[in-house]
């Protein structure tokens, strides 16, 4: 399945969900470190909200801007809360918006839904796994973005926005699947 023939806003709007749920394990310390190389749980909850922003411009705007540093903000997890719920309707059917300008590119819608649902699910994750949580990707929507991830995530993307990929056991569930494809260490069950 390519981006293009995938429901991207539907896609999305699953990720979101899912990442909404991982907001309800934050609690106290900012400070602790994420899954991702570099950055402790308020950075982590600061990208995740100018993802959130960017997917919001792109569907209402048919443009990405630059990113516009208004951190720190008291609140982290209220903002975000209040962005995903905004993000919700803005990509619902019918879109009558085809591409969206990045820079000097113009995107397929498709691409930039399908990419924002693997940050947003991703990032989610992140947030769980940083606040001591087992929530794994739900096994549809991981196995939706398994298929689309490699075409995604170019070898020129790592090691610099993702790690080397994680070697899956046989017996993997989807969501660890797909978080060993983007060099994050899932936390297998013992077999």
Do not use: K
Not at 40 to 50: E, I, M, P, S, T
Not at 61 to 89: C, E, I, K, N, S
Not at 99 to 114: H, K, N, Q
């Amino acid at each position: 399945m390519t981006a293009s023939r995938l429901d991207g806003a539907g896609l999305l709007a699953r990720a979101v969900d899912y990442a909404l749920g991982s907001l309800d394990t934050v609690s106290g310390d900012l400070g602790r470190p994420t899954p991702c190389a570099g950055w402790d749980l308020r950075a982590l909850l600061d990208h995740l909200n100018d993802s959130l922003l960017a997917l919001h411009e792109a569907a209402t705007l048919g443009q990405v801007f630059p990113d516009v540093d208004d951190y720190p903000v008291a609140d982290p997890v209220a903002v975000l809360r209040d962005r995903a719920t905004r993000l919700a309707g803005v990509w619902a059917p019918p879109s009558p918006r085809r591409e969206v300008a990045l820079g000097d590119l113009s995107l397929r819608t498709a691409i930039v839904t399908t990419t924002g649902a693997l940050e947003v699910a991703v990032h989610g994750w992140d947030v769980a796994v940083a606040c001591g949580a087992a929530r794994t990707i739900p096994a549809g929507l991981a196995s939706d973005m398994l298929a689309v991830a490699p075409a995604l995530v170019a070898t020129a993307d790592r090691p610099e926005r993702f790690a080397a990929p994680v070697v899956p056991p046989s017996w993997a569930a989807p969501g660890d699947r797909l978080i060993a494809f983007l060099g994050r260490q899932p936390q297998w069950p013992h077999h």
